[in-house]
């Protein structure tokens, strides 16, 4: 007898078959994670921390906010941040990329503090609130295999991308978009 497999199963299928280092877990994983830090970067005034893990449209769109924000002496608050569930949408493979796009349940408390003083300015600093965000991301097909210990292309030094992605000495940026998954695109609903 012949099984049947719904068309997201077929595309996960696919999608692990040409890429063999794919794992459903793992990457809800990297998933939680980048969204996680996305967030505390935001809050913590340092997009260069995930600036690996994510398209240069998703940075500028968070620098924009950001320069907002220190513009308005304010500081974008996400208290409790965590992720509910983690869904995987769609699977699209291309010529060039593999494109998953994901909903994201997260909570946390949503809210904007003056620098200075520390007090509200807008939001909710009461109890958390669960919003819905979907998630594209992108791996190109023809990536390149990444080994544990890594070297900032610029002066060969060892690299921690997991946590900075930034060399500590010369201050390059580790390119991730030639090895793994990046955050294409974020929106929140």
Not at 60 to 71: I, P, Q, W
Not at 99 to 119: C, G
Not at 166 to 182: F, L, S
Request: glycine share 2%.
């Amino acid at each position: 007898m012949k099984e049947r497999y719904s068309k997201e199963e077929n595309m996960l299928n696919e999608l692990i078959r040409l890429d063999n280092t794919f794992s459903e877990s793992k990457f809800k994983t990297k998933v939680d994670n980048i969204f996680v830090m996305l967030h505390i970067s935001l809050m913590t005034n340092n997009l260069d921390r995930v600036k690996h893990f994510i398209s240069n449209k998703v940075f500028n769109n968070f620098n924009e906010r950001l320069n907002n924000l220190n513009n308005n002496n304010q500081i974008q608050m996400f208290d409790e941040l965590n992720v509910k569930s983690t869904e995987i949408q769609n699977i699209e493979i291309t010529n060039d990329n593999f494109i998953i796009t994901v909903k994201l349940t997260s909570r946390y408390m949503d809210y904007v503090i003056n620098k200075d003083t520390k007090k509200l300015i807008s939001g909710n600093n009461s109890h958390r609130i669960e919003k819905t965000n979907i998630l594209t991301f992108t791996k190109i097909r023809d990536f390149k295999i990444q080994y544990s210990v890594r070297k900032c292309p610029s002066c060969s030094a060892n690299m921690n991308v997991n946590n900075t992605g930034k060399c500590e000495y010369c201050g390059t940026i580790y390119n991730n978009k030639d090895y793994d998954w990046i955050l294409e695109n974020i929106e929140t609903k």
